[in-house]
């Protein structure tokens, strides 16, 4: 079966620091990946998607950036996190069909 | 913008009861799905229904779509304390090879013992 990684669980960063959060599917291969934000009390905010490796589509200009470097790694970075960054940062995984998605369990990223 | 917007923001049920939560879109979909989420957690796809089809169940769930009124509803029968959490749908109106979702902004259920 399909399970899908995310890592750390929470994160408190200082204002001005990098950032790198990382995904990672197993038991399956080529999916589709992607990376959201929900801040507190609102829906799912679409950041990035991948279909492939090396393939990044930004869905909102930000101070974020993500790679996949492997088929089934997904990465979440920053060079300098500001106040606003601050959110619950899932990233999900779905078939080339392209529903449901499947999501990971988040990284609760606090900046300070 | 949203997508889809559900409708109550809040629901505070006893247990036993049904819990009816509607959700409202403003273009055309490919498809609507129902997600929920445990506080903290990440979300879990519960049902999809598409365009062309009315009606959808899922052991005690059970999901409407209306394309005319472009509204859905997920019914939650006989209801569990087990089912507290926020329930958010979300529609696919994206061209083919893209697969994105817009979620609204949830529904949080509470159900009381």
């Known amino acids: 079966s399909q399970t899908i990684h995310q890592w750390p669980a929470t994160l408190v960063q200082p204002v001005g620091s990098p950032l790198s959060l990382e995904c990672t599917v197993e038991?399956?291969?080529?999916?589709?990946l992607y990376w959201y934000r929900q801040a507190a009390g609102r829906g799912l905010q679409l950041l990035f998607y991948?279909?492939?490796?090396?393939?990044i589509s930004s869905e909102v200009p930000q101070n974020l950036s993500a790679s996949r470097p492997q088929d089934r790694q997904f990465i979440l970075s920053s060079k300098k996190l500001l106040l606003s960054d601050s959110g619950f940062y899932l990233c999900?995984?779905?078939?080339?069909?392209?529903?449901?998605?499947?999501f990971g369990d988040g990284t609760r990223l606090s900046i300070l | 913008s949203q997508q889809g917007e559900e409708d109550p923001q809040a629901l505070s049920i006893q247990e036993g009861e049904n819990a009816t939560m509607n959700c409202s879109y403003k273009?055309?979909?490919?498809?609507l799905q129902w997600y929920r989420q445990n506080s903290g957690r990440g979300l879990v796809h519960l049902i999809l229904?598409?365009?062309?089809?009315r009606e959808k169940h899922s052991g005690r769930l059970r999901v409407t779509l209306d394309t005319s009124k472009k509204s859905s509803s997920l019914l939650i029968t006989a209801s569990r304390a087990a089912d507290t959490a926020s329930y958010f749908c979300?529609?696919?109106?994206?061209?083919?090879?893209?697969?994105?979702?817009?979620f609204g902004k949830g529904t949080k259920l509470s159900v009381i013992p």
């Open positions: 999900a995984w779905s078939h080339k069909g392209g529903q449901p998605q499947h």
């Open positions: 038991g399956t291969s080529n999916p589709n």
């Open positions: 991948s279909v492939g490796i090396g393939q």
């Open positions: 273009t055309s979909i490919n498809n």
């Open positions: 229904i598409r365009s062309n089809e």
């Open positions: 979300a529609t696919d109106n994206s061209g083919a090879g893209s697969y994105q979702l817009t």
